[in-house]
């Protein structure tokens, strides 16, 4: 999809730069004249170099001279006629500062990130716009405060991912005319205020308190259920009950306690109550 467009473009671009015109053309046959007679002193004028990571886009009387970039390595022009932009195609990363932004559900936010971008059509970055660089950290500060504008607070906590691939995608489709591929797209801080930050830590300490005593509870419930099947396991056996007790005397003895309590049933104080009445 990308090649297509590049192709488009350069073929639109090419129309144009193959019509010197008559005087261009004069111009031309003159700087190949000078260069004749002038050969040694104009040789390092004319042989430029660039780099493996670099590609040159002449202009020859203000025109493309042609439809590839030159490089890398040597290529040749003309002193008096041509003129040459060097473009690098190493993959650039700058930071989008800190943006202040009122979220879907109203709430302002400050939000900052990073860009990788890489320039694929050289020609289309000198031609089409006067700063791709300067241009694309621009288009990205407006791209994030418009894509996080249509995110509520939670989607912006939580789906940091899937925003980053949607501002992708959206900096790739509007930077391509520049000749520019954007790589990656990452969200780095989300800073919120300092009283929503307290309401917000409020709110997930009662949530963990409220979740705590539902679970104090159903433990309670569940050993309520025990209690009751133990109580009738002992109440139809009482040798059973007299082991128990004998086990609880023994733990409380084992603590090294100076006082034991002896438990003594209630029907029997009851009938001792009555006979002193």
């Known amino acids: 999809k990308i090649e297509k467009r590049s192709d488009r473009i350069l073929s639109a671009l090419s129309v144009s730069s193959t019509k010197l015109g008559c005087f261009g053309w004069l111009l031309v046959i003159i700087s190949l004249l000078f260069i004749a007679v002038t050969f040694p002193v104009t040789l390092f004028m004319c042989v430029k170099i660039v780099k493996e990571y670099e590609r040159a886009v002449i202009f020859r009387l203000g025109r493309l001279s042609d439809r590839k970039p030159k490089g890398p390595g040597l290529f040749f022009v003309l002193p008096c006629t041509d003129n040459f932009v060097k473009v690098d195609l ?16 109203s ?37 994030l ?22 501002m992708q995608e959206a900096l790739d489709d509007a930077t391509d005319s520049w000749g520019i ?18 309401a917000m830590a409020a709110e997930a300490e009662a949530s963990r308190e409220a979740r705590a005593k539902i679970i104090a509870a159903e433990g309670e419930m569940k050993a309520s259920r025990a209690l009751k099947e133990a109580s009738l ?22 603590e090294k306690n100076s006082t ?15 006979r002193k009445v």
Do not use: W
């Open 260 to 274: 034991i309590i002896f438990p003594l049933p209630i029907d029997m104080m009851q009938s001792l109550m009555q």
């Open 181 to 198: 591929k954007v790589e990656r797209v990452e969200i780095k801080d989300v800073k919120l205020p300092q009283q929503l930050q307290r």
């Open 107 to 143: 709430v302002t936010v400050s939000v900052d990130g990073v860009v990788y971008f890489r320039i694929h059509c050289p020609i289309s970055s000198v031609a089409n716009v006067s700063n791709a660089h300067s241009s694309t950290r621009l288009l990205a500060q407006t791209t």
């Open 145 to 166: 405060r418009n894509v996080l504008g249509t995110k509520n607070l939670s989607e912006l906590l939580s789906d940091r991912e899937g925003i980053s691939l949607s």
């Open 233 to 254: 396991v002992l109440a139809d056996s009482p040798s059973a009950l007299q082991l128990r007790y004998l086990q609880t005397l023994n733990t409380i003895a084992a």
């Open 90 to 105: 190493r993959t650039v990363s700058f930071d989008i500062p800190p943006q202040e932004i009122l979220t879907k559900d």
